[in-house]
């Protein structure tokens, strides 16, 4: 019941508060929305910062890490886990389904969708503005996914991430 009260709280006044830093209110704001995460998530670390906007659905099955953030109106699944220390930019949008469309008989839109996909983010991560991630995808800990980068398939530890679709760029 108390998940409930704040997943009402979260999406019905703080999700629309101003972002962590806007000045005076930014700080009040963040604390509003890690007490929310607190109480909505299965596990969440110290000093999360979840920003303005951002969309997780009932958030029951995340896990998030300490000194890790969900960026500026983000959308990231229920079933996540995120590691510690990771920087997430506004606008990244993390995918656990696709939709099916094996068959050309029926319309793609009646065929439904895959099964749910776990998707994982290392410690001491650095996720860029705009970056989607595909179902299933693991970013491993140290790596750093460049702004727009589209990532379909997974990479080594610290490894530096861009392109559409995602490619190594280099390894840290």
């Given at each position: 019941?108390?998940?409930?009260?704040?997943?009402?709280?979260?999406?019905?006044?703080?999700?629309?508060?101003?972002?962590?830093?806007?000045?005076?209110?930014?700080?009040?704001?963040?604390?509003?929305?890690?007490?929310?995460?607190?109480?909505?998530?299965?596990?969440?670390?110290?000093?999360?910062?979840?920003?303005?906007?951002?969309?997780?659905?009932?958030?029951?099955?995340?896990?998030?890490?300490?000194?890790?953030?969900?960026?500026?109106?983000?959308?990231?699944?229920?079933?996540?886990h995120i590691g510690?220390?990771?920087?997430?930019?506004?606008?990244?949008?993390?995918?656990?389904?696709?939709?099916?469309?094996?068959?050309?008989?029926?319309?793609?839109?009646?065929?439904?969708?895959?099964e749910n996909k776990?998707?994982?983010?290392?410690?001491?991560?650095?996720?860029?503005?705009?970056?989607?991630?595909?179902?299933?995808?693991?970013?491993?800990?140290?790596?750093?996914?460049?702004?727009?980068?589209?990532?379909?398939?997974?990479?080594?530890?610290?490894?530096?991430?861009?392109?559409?679709?995602g490619k190594l760029?280099?390894?840290?």
């Open positions: 019941m108390i998940r409930i009260f704040f997943l009402c709280l979260y999406y019905g006044l703080f999700r629309f508060f101003p972002n962590s830093n806007f000045p005076l209110l930014g700080k009040f704001s963040k604390e509003f929305r890690y007490i929310c995460a607190k109480n909505i998530f299965e596990y969440c670390g110290k000093n999360v910062n979840v920003e303005r906007g951002a969309w997780f659905g009932h958030g029951r099955s995340i896990h998030i890490g300490d000194n890790s953030g969900i960026g500026i109106n983000a959308i990231v699944p229920n079933n996540i510690s220390n990771v920087m997430m930019g506004p606008d990244v949008h993390i995918l656990i389904r696709d939709h099916l469309f094996t068959r050309t008989d029926i319309p793609m839109i009646a065929q439904g969708f895959t776990l998707c994982i983010i290392g410690d001491d991560v650095w996720i860029g503005m705009n970056v989607i991630m595909l179902p299933g995808r693991t970013i491993k800990r140290g790596t750093i996914i460049a702004a727009g980068a589209v990532l379909t398939k997974d990479f080594p530890e610290y490894s530096v991430v861009g392109g559409n679709p760029i280099k390894t840290r």
